[in-house]
């Protein structure tokens, strides 16, 4: 914090009996901490003493944000919780209580929706700290919002991996066979066992820690500290979390457009030798209508996730190693949001692209007056994200 502005919101005394040239001035802000934050003028001036070792010293140098800044993030995450928890809760029903869609593959979209409601659930305390201007429910509320934010959003990830291999199985292997329910849960189990030690290690202060961020509204990872241990903690997070999940979705994704492209050019060459306009027939051709239009919603949402968790995996990256003036507040709290406007998307998303749900959603919930046509007769498809049959 410049030293001008620092002359403006301390009294004289401390300015006196703390020189400029001194090791500690202006480096470390815990100094100026009980005087500063009197002046309502920079983050944190409304948390208890005993609540600051949670907030990292770069959040206490930026003024306070208008509190109508507060007000519209509020209502901002109001709405992502209602359209996330309704649109999220509508999936978790019509997938385990409809038999048609009560397939082992779908038991990936199952889990997706159930870590997409859980990031959502925990938007209260958000929402609890944005009207009251700050870090009003203090540590604990920010290792809860913390904790069930990284098993969601890591987790998701992993999910969304896992779906990209099951899409390319079906599409692009079809020979391999389908995965038995027996094998989907083995790879659901090691999906919760590969995310958990990821949120378990930074509660438990083993490696790494949650801290507020922004302002001082939302809580993750401490991507700011800048020890050899934090800084390694980064990376190996990033490393597992964000590159791996997002390697296997775009290699799983390419090989099914390779695929389809490679199939769609072999039928074609051999339909002009046969000399017809092509090889299909009604009955193939409207399953894989419906196939196409599984993997265009599968690919859909793994987009999103990539869309959206990128902005935090740089915004991470450049705490930890490059620029730390970079992250302002307000910057900061842009990757937050995206990252709960996915789980609102994702349920949408299925509705729209998906036949068999599209038709459970219409004899359900007819209100919502979807106008999904039956399938063909004799036509089944039992892939990822939906399910056709006769």
């Given amino acids: 914090m410049p030293p001008s502005v620092i002359s403006d919101v301390l009294p004289p005394s401390i300015l006196s009996s703390t020189s400029e040239g001194s090791p500690g001035c202006c480096s470390n802000l815990s100094a100026f901490r009980p005087e500063y934050r009197v002046s309502g003028k920079f983050l944190g001036w409304n948390v208890p003493p005993e609540e600051l070792h949670h907030i990292p010293d770069h959040w206490l140098s930026y003024p306070e944000p208008e509190p109508y800044m507060h007000y519209l993030l ?6 992502f919780m209602l359209v996330a928890l309704s649109g999220n809760g ?56 913390a904790f069930v934010g990284s098993i ?9 991996a896992a779906i990209a291999f099951d899409r390319y199985r079906a599409i692009a292997r079809p020979f391999d066979g389908k995965l038995s329910a027996g094998k989907v849960l083995i790879i659901l189990i090691l999906i919760w066992g590969y995310t958990l030690p990821w949120a378990l ?12 961020e922004g302002f001082l509204t939302s ?3 401490d991507y700011l500290t800048s020890t050899a241990e934090n800084k390694i903690f980064v990376m190996m997070l990033f490393f597992f979390s964000y590159l791996i999940p997002m390697f296997m979705i775009i290699f799983y994704y390419a090989q099914i457009v390779s695929h389809v492209f490679d199939h769609e050019k072999a039928l074609r060459e051999q339909a002009k030798k046969m000399n017809v306009d092509s090889l299909r027939s009604n009955q193939n051709a409207g399953q894989v209508s419906a196939e196409v239009r599984i993997a ?63 038709l459970e959603l219409q ?10 046509p039956d399938p063909p007769a004799e036509t089944k498809s039992e892939g990822t994200v939906a399910t056709t049959e006769g």
């Avoid at 987009?303 to 900061?332: C, D, E, Q, R």
Wanted: glycine share 8%; hydrophobic share 50%.
């Fill in 74 to 79: 509020g209502l901002l995450y109001i709405c």
């Fill in 201 to 212: 290690l930074p509660l438990l202060g083993v490696w790494g820690r949650f801290v507020p």
């Fill in 152 to 160: 969601s959003g890591i987790g998701a990830g992993v999910t969304n």
């Fill in 363 to 372: 004899k359900r919930v007819p209100w919502l007056r979807i106008n999904e």
């Fill in 219 to 221: 809580c993750t990872f």
């Fill in 296 to 358: 265009k919603a599968a690919i859909t949402v793994c987009f999103m996730f990539v869309a959206s968790w990128t902005p935090y995996a740089v915004l991470s990256l450049i705490g930890a190693f490059g620029n730390k003036a970079l992250l302002t507040p307000a910057v900061t709290m842009i990757p937050a949001c995206t990252c709960k406007a996915v789980a609102c998307i994702d349920p949408w998303v299925y509705a729209i692209s998906h036949p068999r749900y599209r």
């Fill in 90 to 145: 509508i999936v978790i029903w019509i997938f385990t209580c409809a038999k048609s869609l009560r397939t082992p593959s779908n038991m990936f979209v199952v889990n997706l929706a159930i870590l997409d409601f859980m990031m959502m659930s925990k938007t209260p305390i958000f929402i609890y700290n944005s009207f009251n201007l700050g870090f009003a429910l203090g540590g604990f509320g920010c290792q809860i919002f």
